[in-house]
Structures are given as C-alpha cells and as structure tokens.
C-alpha cells in the first residue's frame, strides 16, 4: 500500500510538475499568511508580521528544495538536470573534454583489451551444452588401444569421447596449404550437446573400424569455402591426398576443444588408418595422440569421479601394456593412475605460458589506469579551481554542497561512460594486434573475443570506479571553498589545499610511473636478451623448406638426395643441407645413451637429443666444426655407425677426454642397448628445441645411416628473399618427383617465434611504459604550470624588488627536485617490490637488476626536470608589472 | 535554519505530526502551532522541516492531503490521519514510551 502510494505520488509529482509546484508555492503561502496573522493579532504591524514571518521561514527556495528531496522522484529529475547541465558544461570546454575522454580511452581500452584476452584465454567456458559437466581423464595423452578400454570400462559418463588435433594438406601437389583438423570419437558432437548448423554431424555410427572417408566442416571454414551454401554437403575434400566426403557442418561458435586454436575440419578417429597404412595407429600401444573428456552423469561428483577412475585404472592400463617396453617401464606402465580434471573451459597449451605474464600485463594496464585517472583528477582540480567563483555563487544563493558535489560526480561519470565505450572500441583492435603477437608461423592462434556479460561488466565497473577515483577528490575540494575569498576571488586563496593535493596526485604519479619503467624496462632487456642471444647457429638468410611425398615411396630416400642436390646448384644458393629435425621446430626425438668413458652420466642423467642431418647441414647453418671431421659418402649403412656430437655432450659424457675415435650406445627399444657408435667430430653448440634451455647434450647423425625415411626438411642458404625463391623451390622438388607438396618459412621466423611471449611481453610493457610516462609528465607540466599562475603575484613582487629570473626558476626548480625525490624514492620501494612477480618470465637479469632501476630513474628524472624547467621558464619570463596588475 | 526553541529528538517529529492529526485534520501552520502549545512552546517545528516530513508522511500513506477552506476563508492544503498513519502511530507510540521508560529507569538508577 504505502509502496505504491509511494509511487504513484512521485509519479504524479514528476508528470503533473506544473500543478505541484503550484501545490506548494499555494502551501507555502498559507503558512506565511497564517503566521503572519498570528502575528498581528499578537500586537504586531501589519509590514512588520510579514517580514517576521518571512525571516522566520528563511529562504522559501531551499525550503522548496527540501520538499522536493523527500520524494525520490527528485532524485531522477535532479539527476536529469545534472546530466543536461554536465554536457552543456562539457561542450563550453571541448578541449579538456576531448583530452580526458582519450586518456580515458586509451586506459580503459588497455585494460578492457587485456582482460578479454584473460577472459577468452583462461575464464571462458567452452560453447558447448553445460559446459560445468565435462571433465576431461588426465593423462598425458592417450594411445587409440587405450582409449578404447576406457571408453568400454568406465560407468560415470554419461558420455566420453576423444580427440585429437592434426593439420591436413588441402592441395594435391605443390605449395601445401594447411587446415586445422580435429580427430574425434563417435559421441564427440553428441556428448558435447551440439546440433548441425546444417547436415549431420559425426556419430557413433561413423566411427568404426573400416569407416567410410566422412568429415564435418567448422562453421567458420564453411563460410569461408563455401559461402555457407547447402552445396558443401555431399561435396568432397581432399585431406592430405585422401578424399572425404562432407556429411555436415558444426554449429557457429564451436572452435574444438582447446582454447586458442579452432578446427576447420573434423573427421573420425577410425578413419586415420587410411593416413597410416599397415601400420596403423588404431591398434599401436604406444602412439601417443589422443585427449580424452566425459561428461558426468547426472548426481555423481567429482569425488565420485575420481575414486572410480583409480579403481578402473590397473584394469584399464593392465590391458593395454606396450609389449614393446622393458619389463621394469611395463611394470610401472600398469601402475599409472586416471584422474579426472574439470574441462569447462576447455584445454589449453597456452594458458601454462601465458597465465602468469597475463596477470603481469593487468597489473601494468591497471597502474596506466591510475596514472590517467590521476592526471584527469588533477585537471579536474584545476577545473574546480577555475570554476570556484561559480561554486561559491551557486553555494551562496542556496544549493547545498551536496547538490554541487553530486553534479561534479555527474559530470565524471559521463566523461568516463565516454571514455568506456570509445576504449571498447580501442580494446577490439588491440585484441586484433594481440592475436597476431600470439600467433606463430606453425600456429595460428584463435581466441573468442565476442563481448561476453564478464567483459562488459569489468569494462563498466572500470569506468565507474575511474569515475569515482579522479571524481570524488576534485568534487570534495572543489565545493570546500571559504565563500567570501571565493567570490572576491584572491590570487592567494589557493595555494593551499588544491595545490598541495595537486603535488601530491603527481607525487604518486612520478612513483607510479617508476614502477612501470622498471617493469617495461626488465622485459625488454628480457628480450633483448633473448634476441641477442647467440643460438649456435647462424638464423639470417635460411629457407627452411619441408617436402612431403604423396605416398610412402621406396625411393623417397633417393629423391630427398636429388632434391638436395638441385636446390644447392639453384642461383643464389649458397649453401643446402637437409636433415629430420630444424632447429627450435619444437619436435625432438631424446634418448638415454651410454659412453664408453667412466664417470659419465647414467641412467635417466644420460639423456641426449638426436638428429639427422647430411653433411652439407652444419655449413648452411654456419655451425663451427670445432674437431673431427663431418659426414661424407663413405659413412653408410654397411661401415661404422659414427656421429658428430656438440661440446655439451663431449663435455658431459667424455669428460676430460677427447671424444674423438670414442664410442657411445643408444638404448633403444625395450632398453636394450643398440651398436656402438664412433664420435667423428665434435660441433659448436646450439640450441636445440628452446632459446631459453640451457644447451642439450646433442648427437648428430648421418642421414645416410638413418633406419627410416623421414628425413624431409632442408635448410638453404641464400640472400634472396622467401617470395623470390618460392617458385624455384617449387619447380625444383616437383622436378624431381611430380606430386611433391612443400611448405617454405625462414629460419628466422622460426627462431622469433620461439621468443613470442617474451616479445608480446615487452612490447606491450614498452609501450604502457611510455604512455605512462608520457601521462605522468603531463600531469607534472600542468601541475607546476597551475602553480606557477597561482604564485604569478610573489613571483611579480620578488622580481619587482630585483631577484634575478634565475632565482625565480631556482624556485620552481627545488619544489620540482623534491617532488622528483619523493616520487623516486616511493616509486623505487614500490618497484622492488613489485617487480618480484616478474621472476621466472625474465630471461638472463633478474627482477631487483640495479641497472635497469638506475636507467628508469634516470630517464624519469631527466624528462620530469625537462617538463618542471618548462613549467618554470614561463615562471622565470613573467613581466612583473604585468603579474602585478592582475586582479 | 536551526530548530528554534527545544530540539526534537531525532526522527520523532513524523510521531508527533501523526499525533496532531490524530485529533482532526489540519493544516501546515496549524500543526506547527498545535505542537507548540501542547509542549508548552518546548517544541517549535519551522516549515524547512514539517513540510518535507508531510510530503514523507503523504508518500508513505500515513496521511492524505484535502483542500478546504481556512479559517480566513481561502483554500488550504489540510492533512489528516489515514488508517495506516492511526496504526503507524500506535506503534511507534508503543516503541517511544518503552524506550523513554527504558532511559527513565536507567537515569534513576544510581
């Protein structure tokens, strides 16, 4: 009853305005002629009973003014008032408008930007039917024989599936183009809950053995490819040779279900005996290559979960032991344990890389937020400096503080809306280049950036906040003002509160600012460490050209070698080798070996890295042969196995001897111990699979004595550029063996992808860095130029009775110099402790480096001086008579 | 704007407005005026607050507004006591001569 008289009443108020108003003007009056004859009758004059009455009452407005606030529907006229007024206030100044909405911008457009890449890297729940519900079985990964006792001997899923991600050729010969493929088990789609955007998906039907060539096309690739036309079903794509026939296409938004990656085409896990041949991985027991997630039945817990994998595990793994393994590894093999890992937001390789810097970029995001909000906070201040007047008028004729401090908040709070919403915009081209930063040449990386409810509830709860921390100090001082100096409006009235606040907003500003150098500073010495960093080899001027035979060819062998003869003669090569693995590919083939000198490592101490490589291998790349010699045509396979290892590796397992003429074992499969090799040479070392290992013990084979074929990388030297030398290449494999597909990049490429995160890392806390400084040292300019005006009268006098303009800049100079100290001095103890988060992503330096926290004080100092000596030149050229005239 | 005379006590001005009404309708001069003799001029109330109060009171239901005629024959806002206002006055009556025998008692003690 009482809500809805409640209601109605204000709704009356604010509708029927007119008619109200004229309520209460009529009420007030009543009471002042009623006063004022109660007066009368009391003995009082006529005149003399109204102005009594009237004092009595005090200002009719403010009692007006009071009515009006005990309805709530004042509240939302007020505010609408406000509004009008704040924009009408703000248009009068577009350029303090313009200034702050950009640095609004750009700060919460940084902060937005990375906290989407938070949200859709770490946060983000998979767009799958009950996301909460999937859990995936932790292991490393799963072989198909493995899997398939999983999926027959578990009971609390209500559904389970595998997969795995693969790329695919698309073109029959020539130059490859790749696309993203997702093996998957038949209750994949079904599990997950997901419906065809058109034709069907795969099913449990689909995936048997001896299944039909079927593939499901990702929304996104269909678009592309196909126009999104009904067509694509039933048509037919060719996957690395083999054709498939198209049954459907996923629903829109489903990328797989590994975060930062997304499948252009899915097909059955059955259907990768047509890529294998006799040896198929269906039934290999120790070919790695699946992942497995379910989804819980409904009322079984994780506990639950987890207690049944462990009871099923010896059964599972007691089944599918990998007979091929020595007795203690099968032993252990059977004792492994399933647990479950819940798989809401998917699975990701990135997340264990960049979960730690990405908290360091919101950190460094929010201190710029902090920094652009103090600097609008002091504008702010200077603004409610320059409107005192106004304020004291407003205050004089009756408005109470709140009244203008709620309108100074307005005001605020549009500026930052503002600002949001053009900082949204900013946030989704930064997401763009962030992408691309993320992104290597072997992997593209997709995120899922559509605005979600958590992005846009940061991003307004961001700018709320901003609003409220440059709003609510400017508001409080700017409507504490002595009324009667206001309105005289004195030169000296102000140096005192706002100026000192004013120091003190820069003051932190200065600190703050410290604090992201050093940050910025580290990371991009981190990097410029890892740049510089010599590798082992030489990166500049390599092509890197993979070739791939159509089928398994018996004389694929033959063909690599005439392959790599023809691209050493091609023009412009100076130099070509070939070998199975490339430098920093992130492939590697490690083993234990066993030299024959005593106090070498042992066991699982003696672990060596392998590859393949032809003679020509270590010259193309510039790798130094330090002793011995290389391979030539007489290591095959009827004479000695040799290899050249690296110094590491001599060091390590020869030590204090010369390795040349030595001999080490590999284990091989089941343990067992193959033939002795004999060490020929011995190479400079080199990084083998990251920049930032600490060189491998490296063993470098000769091709010609490798089991298998498969060595299909070769490296060539030339000062031409990649495009010029595509077609060449191309010609050049295709005339050996038509059908050939390549695929080129350079070497350099492949060694700055190695150092991507480091380079996102230091390029983003590079340019935050400079913004802030850039912030901080307008807000200093503007500061000491405020100050400055505010002193114009001193400074008149003192120059009047003939102190030299030096001393003038001596003045304004030491309040600089100690502002400076403070902030250094806060900003260095803030560093220091800050910067420990940085730990281990810093490569070669560590987080206290003195170095970089001298070089970020030095060059905060110098640009603070520079912005402080042009504030007090203008201080220093004052015309005294001119100071002195004003007001 | 000070309260003149006694001040109220915190939050009992709405108390003593749903009291006035209790007896018959009036209007804003004229409750101001009941309660200043009542209280034997202790308790003078200025329009800056009874009239936000009425406005407070008429929101919440506890009074309703009537136009008549005044004494002097022009038309006047009146308020009286709605239903809701009698029982809101009842119980908040009820808490006032609790809690005032409450403090009453304390200060006796000694």
Redesign the interface.
């Known amino acids: 009853?009482?809500l809805?008289?409640?209601l109605t009443?204000?709704l009356r108020a604010m509708f029927r305005k007119q008619e109200a108003e004229l309520?209460?003007d009529?009420?007030?009056r009543?009471?002042l002629?009623?006063?004022a004859?109660?007066k009368i009758r009391s003995g009082m004059s006529p005149a003399e009973a109204r102005r009594s009455a009237m004092a009595?009452?005090?200002s009719m407005e403010?009692?007006k003014e009071?009515?009006r606030?005990?309805?709530w529907e004042s509240g939302i006229e007020a505010l609408g008032r406000d509004v009008r007024f704040s924009i009408r206030l703000l248009k009068k100044a577009p350029f303090f408008t313009a200034v702050v909405v950009l640095t609004l911008a750009l700060g919460i457009g940084a902060n937005t930007a990375i906290f989407s890449l938070i949200d859709a890297m770490l946060l983000r729940s998979l767009p799958v039917r009950n996301a909460e519900e999937l859990v995936e079985v932790s292991h490393a990964s799963f072989t198909n024989p493995l899997w398939e006792q999983v999926r027959a001997q578990q009971d609390v899923f209500s559904g389970v599936f595998a997969w795995s991600t693969d790329r695919f050729n698309l073109s029959p010969s020539g130059m490859v183009s790749y696309a993203s493929g997702l093996w998957v088990s038949g209750d994949f789609f079904r599990t997950l809950g997901l419906k065809p955007a058109a034709g069907r998906l795969l099913t449990d039907a689909d995936d048997r053995r001896g299944c039909a060539n079927r593939a499901v096309l990702s929304y996104g690739y269909w678009e592309q490819h196909y126009g999104g036309s009904g067509g694509a079903i039933g048509s037919t794509i060719l996957l690395d040779g083999h054709p498939f026939q198209v049954i459907g296409v996923a629903p829109a938004g489903f990328f797989g279900m590994d975060v930062g990656w997304k499948f252009d085409v899915s097909i059955p896990i059955c259907a990768s005996a047509v890529f294998d041949g006799q040896q198929s991985r269906l039934d290999r027991r120790s070919w790695w290559w699946l992942r497995v997630a379910g989804r819980r039945k409904a009322g079984i817990g994780m506990a639950q979960v987890k207690a049944r994998l462990a009871a099923l595990s010896p059964t599972i793994f007691g089944a599918v032991v990998p007979t091929n393994w020595d007795v203690e590894s099968q032993k252990r093999f059977r004792q492994r344990v399933l647990a479950p890992a819940p798989a809401a937001t998917g699975l990701s390789g990135l997340r264990a890389q960049y979960e730690q810097p990405l908290r360091v970029l919101m950190a460094v995001v929010g201190l710029v937020l902090l920094i652009a909000s103090a600097n609008i906070a002091s504008l702010q201040t200077a603004r409610a400096a320059a409107r005192g007047r106004e304020m004291a008028m407003r205050l004089a004729l009756g408005a109470s503080r709140a009244r203008l401090a709620r309108q100074l908040i307005t005001e605020c709070v549009l500026l930052s809306m503002a600002g949001a919403f053009l900082g949204l915009w900013f946030a989704r081209w930064g997401n763009t280049i962030l992408l691309r930063y993320l992104s290597t040449v072997h992997n593209t990386v997709f995120l899922d950036f559509s605005p979600d409810g958590r992005v846009l509830g940061f991003t307004t709860a961001v700018a709320v906040l901003t609003a409220l921390l440059f709003g609510v100090g400017p508001a409080w001082w700017g409507t504490r003002i002595p009324l009667t100096s206001a309105i005289k409006e004195t030169h000296a009235s102000d140096r005192g509160i706002r100026g000192r606040l004013r120091l003190w907003i820069v003051g932190s500003q200065v600190a703050l600012s410290l604090v992201l150098l050093v940050t910025a500073g580290l990371l991009l010495r981190s990097f410029r460490n890892l740049a510089t960093l010599d590798p082992g080899f030489d990166r500049d001027h390599v092509l890197l050209v993979s070739v791939t035979l159509p089928r398994a060819n018996e004389r694929a062998e033959a063909v690599y070698d005439e392959i790599e003869r023809r691209l050493r003669a091609l023009p412009g090569v100076t130099g070509a080798g070939r070998s199975w693995n490339t430098p920093l590919s992130h492939v590697e083939w490690n083993t234990n070996i066993v030299s024959d000198a005593a106090h070498a490592p042992q066991g699982d101490d003696a672990l060596a890295y392998f590859n393949f490589v032809s003679g020509d291998y270590f010259d193309t790349l510039r790798m130094r042969l330090l002793a011995g010699r290389n391979f030539n045509a007489g290591d095959t396979t009827s004479s000695m196995a040799v290899a050249v290892i690296n110094e590491t590796l001599a060091r390590r397992f020869f030590p204090g001897l010369d390795a040349i003429g030595r001999t080490f074992r590999v284990e091989g499969e089941a343990r067992k111990l193959e033939a002795p090799v004999q060490v020929v040479g011995v190479v400079k070392d080199a990084k083998y699979e990251s920049l930032r290992e600490d060189t491998l013990a490296t063993v470098f084979r000769p091709i010609s004595q490798m089991d298998e074929t498969g060595a299909s990388n070769f490296e060539v030297r030339t000062k031409l550029s990649q495009a010029a030398m595509a077609d060449a290449i191309r010609d050049t494999a295709a005339g050996v063996s038509r059908d050939t597909s390549i695929e080129i990049h350079t070497l350099a490429a492949q060694v700055d992808d190695a150092m991507s995160r480091e380079r996102l890392l230091a390029a983003l806390a590079g340019f935050f860095g400079g913004l802030a400084l850039v912030l901080a040292m307008i807000g200093l300019y503007g500061t000491l130029s405020y100050l400055v005006t505010q002193r114009r009268v001193e400074f008149g006098i003192r120059m009047a009775l003939g102190a030299p303009a030096q001393s003038i800049l001596g003045l304004v100079m030491r309040d600089v110099a100690l502002l400076l100290l403070g902030g250094i001095a806060a900003g260095t103890g803030l560093a220091l402790a800050a910067t420990r988060w940085l730990g281990s992503i810093l490569f070669g330096l560590g987080p206290q480096d003195s170095a970089t926290l001298a070089a970020s004080a030095g060059l905060l100092a110098a640009v603070s001086l520079t912005a402080g000596y042009l504030a007090a030149r203008r201080a220093a050229k004052l015309d005294p008579i001119s100071a002195l005239r004003h007001d | 704007m000070g309260e003149r005379g006694g001040a109220l006590v915190q939050g009992t001005l709405d108390m003593l407005i749903l009291k006035t009404l209790a007896l018959e309708p009036l209007h804003g001069y004229g409750i101001a005026q009941r309660i200043e003799q009542v209280s034997g001029g202790v308790f003078r109330v200025n329009p800056g607050s009874l009239f936000p109060a009425f406005r407070r009171l008429e929101r919440a239901g506890y009074i309703k507004p009537m136009w008549r005629a005044s004494e002097n024959n022009r038309r006047a806002k009146y308020y009286a006591l709605t239903a809701g206002g009698q029982k809101q006055l009842r119980s908040e009556a009820e808490e006032w001569s609790r809690q005032s025998a409450a403090i009453a008692s304390i200060l006796e003690a000694s």
Request: aromatic fraction near 6%; hydrophobic fraction near 50%; charge should be negative.
């Open positions: 009853m009482s809805w008289t409640n009443g204000g309520e209460m009529e009420e007030l009543a009471w002629e009623a006063a004859a109660q009595d009452m005090g403010s009692v009071e009515i606030a005990a309805g």
